[in-house]
């Protein structure tokens, strides 16, 4: 059973930086494939990014391109979302997900993604 929690969400303005966690429980982190998925009002869950097992390879959406970076931490089984020049189109609740059935892959799917964690919320005024 894998276990994550997301932290580091919260109010910006436009232009802005967050940077979100997520800590993810199991002795096999370094197995996981990882991403964040964000959800907004009304429409549904929208792949953000992705990183491989080793953290050699990462994959973005084009709205976030750029402007997000994701990394992972194995030492702390937790990975991050970096966010910088923040836009009011971002607003959204943010998951993490894993999986470990897919995990040698990097997976831009949502649907691919078997554990969630409960979200976190950012939200960027214009």
């Known amino acids: 059973q894998v276990q994550l929690v997301e932290s580091g969400g919260g109010l910006v303005q436009a232009g802005g930086s967050l940077r979100l966690s997520c800590a993810a429980s199991g002795r096999t982190f370094s197995n996981y494939a990882m991403g964040w998925i964000r959800q907004a009002p009304g429409k549904e869950r929208e792949f953000v990014a992705a990183?491989?097992?080793?953290?050699?390879?990462?994959y973005y959406a084009d709205s976030v391109k750029d402007r997000f970076t994701i990394s992972r931490d194995d030492a702390k089984n937790t990975v991050y979302l970096q966010m910088n020049s923040l836009k009011p189109e971002d607003t959204a609740v943010y998951y993490c997900?894993?999986?470990?059935?897919?995990?040698?892959?990097?997976?831009?799917?949502?649907?691919?993604?078997?554990?969630w964690g409960q979200g976190t919320q950012v939200t960027v005024s214009s």
């Open positions: 990183i491989s097992w080793s953290g050699g390879r990462a």
């Open positions: 997900a894993a999986d470990t059935k897919n995990w040698r892959r990097i997976l831009a799917n949502p649907l691919e993604y078997y554990y």
